[in-house]
């Protein structure tokens, strides 16, 4: 769901697993057992993982959801 921020097969995201999300950072999350990378914003006591591809609709996490952050990304490389 990176689409727009041209990440394609063969690029290389580098993450840190000890960091918090902070708002509007982009990280990897686990929602039902699957990796997924969006960016994180909180809305009041939900958190939302937002894609930058508009063909994919944003995860809405509640407390009962069975989700977490994975960690965020710090550096993305691309192929030449």
Request: some cysteine; charged content about 25%.
């Amino acid at each position: 769901s990176s689409r727009r921020r041209h990440t394609r097969y063969g690029t290389v995201t580098g993450v840190q697993t000890c960091a918090l999300p902070i708002y509007g950072k982009v990280v990897i999350a686990v929602v039902d057992s699957e990796l997924t990378v969006k960016r994180y914003k909180k809305v009041g006591n939900k958190v939302e993982l937002v894609p930058e591809n508009e063909r994919y609709q944003k995860i809405v996490l509640e407390k009962e959801s069975e989700a977490y952050i994975w960690g965020v990304v710090t550096n993305v490389i691309h192929q030449v």
